[in-house]
């Protein structure tokens, strides 16, 4: 249904998109045309799309080929944890474990995919091409080096690793084979992350997609033939997810090369201070936002283990089935990002403005269904997760329902600080990427879970996100209060 529904939206904006370019065309009357090259076809076409087409109707379509992959993305990784749970609660354990340093490489992923597709987002609202192509390559190709130096160094301190991410000593052996197989594969990771957010940056979510949806596939297939089929168990689960990553890369950097405005091309690659600091400042919200959740996993595997492994496996599988509902509020806003970036670039900020809120009405209705439904089947929801341990059941539902209370106020938090991030408000956004689940949640952990034990631990995420709520309020509405008077200003001139 969703995808019929997706091929409708693209016929009517097909249709929608020659009637704006037309007429973008025509008003500012480029004679030049004809002169174009192909390419500068392609980018003059993407400019008058991005910024006169209706933003709700440019959301859309963007947005509907990034809610898809992320939620195959969020749904293999509850196959992951589905099809290792049926090891064992020590093996269900391991793979929440893991999944802090899956966090870290992420984050680097997204500090350089996010970091150099925000500048490229700008730099084609300002039709400077080139810069946006030199930003590319050294994104990419700077992402597979951080990629390798990580996985050497992983591999070499693997044992140390596993402890350090708050290992058992029953889920230890788990957490060492599954990390061991995740590590050989993160520049595969990183660098598909970065390509995917390119690609999206430039308003081709529709081609991101494709490279993510097949990644995802073959996971899927892949985990129960090694886990079960070849006997290689929780291995077989990392190397599923391994391969994946490389297929993954493999499809996007095909897609990037033929369909995509800006190429990737080794002889851009100019690794100088200048593009690394806009990276950073374009991606630092993002490297924030990812580790500080893995710092934060950290410390509650390190709190919940003195309640067993039963306690990590509940907590690793709430995570998953939150991350597959936020999943979709992600995609959304990562329809937002390039209509944002284009936009604000090209000194539209009403466009931004409304684009803004179309998205954190729409979010947060849906948000509202989702934590309702979510709260009546929680029981349904974590029982998929069979582990054999009465108790992981239990901690799990109780846990899944308290997050429920506070999924609706996730839609303006994250939509925000993605906004912050686009138009380049690195101090801001960094400080709201930091809240959630550093600045609110590591406080309220180290308060909680020493005075009320295990019901203190299932507190500390609602609490943290009406904490970190209550921050986004004043620091988003001065830069839209700015934005106002700034468009304000240009049209009276």
């Known amino acids: 249904m969703v995808f019929l529904l997706y091929l409708r939206l693209e016929i009517v904006l097909f249709v929608n998109n020659k009637k704006y370019v037309k007429s973008g065309r025509e008003t500012a009357g480029r004679s030049e045309e004809s002169a174009m090259t192909n390419d500068n076809k392609k980018q003059e076409d993407k400019f008058i799309m991005m910024t006169t087409r209706p933003v709700e109707q440019l959301v859309c379509q963007l947005a509907i080929p990034t809610i898809i992959a992320m939620m195959i993305t969020a749904f293999y990784n509850m196959a992951d944890t589905y099809f290792v749970s049926k090891i064992g609660t020590s093996a269900a354990g391991a793979v929440g474990i ?55 160094l992983g591999i070499v301190f693997i044992n140390p690793l596993s402890r350090m991410l708050g290992s058992t000593t029953t889920i230890l052996p788990y957490a060492r084979e599954y990390l061991k197989y995740i590590l050989v594969g993160a520049p595969f990771m990183m660098a598909s992350f970065v390509l995917n957010n390119q690609l999206r940056f430039q308003g081709n979510a529709m081609y991101g997609m494709y490279g993510i949806c097949i990644g995802a596939l073959v996971n899927i297939a892949l985990d129960p033939i090694l886990i079960f089929g070849c006997k290689l168990g929780i291995a077989g689960a990392a190397i599923a997810t391994s391969t994946s990553q490389f297929i993954s890369l493999c499809c996007l950097y095909m897609i990037c090369n033929r369909k995509s405005i800006i190429k990737i091309k080794f002889k851009n690659f100019k690794p100088r201070w200048l593009v690394y600091r806009e990276i950073i400042r374009g991606g630092l919200p993002s490297l924030f936002r990812q580790s500080i959740a893995s710092i934060s996993a950290i410390c509650l595997n390190y709190f919940a283990r003195q309640y067993g492994d039963a306690a990590i496996a509940a907590l690793s599988i709430v995570s998953r089935v939150s991350m597959f509902a936020m999943s979709a509020l992600i995609g959304f806003g990562q329809g937002f990002q390039p209509v944002c970036g284009f936009n604000y670039g090209a000194n539209k900020f009403n466009r931004v403005s409304r684009a803004f809120w179309f998205c954190v009405k729409s979010a947060t209705i849906v948000l509202a269904i989702m934590a309702i439904l979510g709260f009546i089947f ?65 406080p309220v952990l180290f308060i909680l879970a020493p005075l009320y034990g295990m019901a203190g631990i299932k507190l500390v995420q609602p609490i943290a996100d009406l904490l970190a709520f209550a921050l986004s309020i004043p620091l988003t509405f001065s830069v839209l209060k700015e934005m106002k008077k700034s468009n304000t200003r240009s049209n009276y001139v």
């Open 98 to 152: 893991a999944f802090s340093m899956m966090a870290i490489i992420q984050a680097l992923g997204f500090l350089f995919g996010h970091g150099s597709g925000n500048y490229m987002s700008r730099k084609l609202g300002e039709k400077k091409p080139e810069e946006a192509k030199e930003m590319a390559a050294t994104g990419f190709y700077t992402s597979m080096l951080a990629g390798a130096v990580i996985a050497a």
């Open 378 to 442: 929680a029981f349904q929801v974590i029982g998929i997760f069979k582990t054999g341990e009465q108790q992981v059941l239990e901690i799990g539902v109780s846990t899944l329902k308290l997050q429920c209370l506070s999924f609706p106020l996730m839609g303006f938090l994250i939509l925000s600080n993605m906004m912050l991030q686009t138009i380049g408000e690195a101090v801001k956004a960094s400080v709201l990427s930091l809240a959630r689940q550093g600045l609110c949640y590591i």
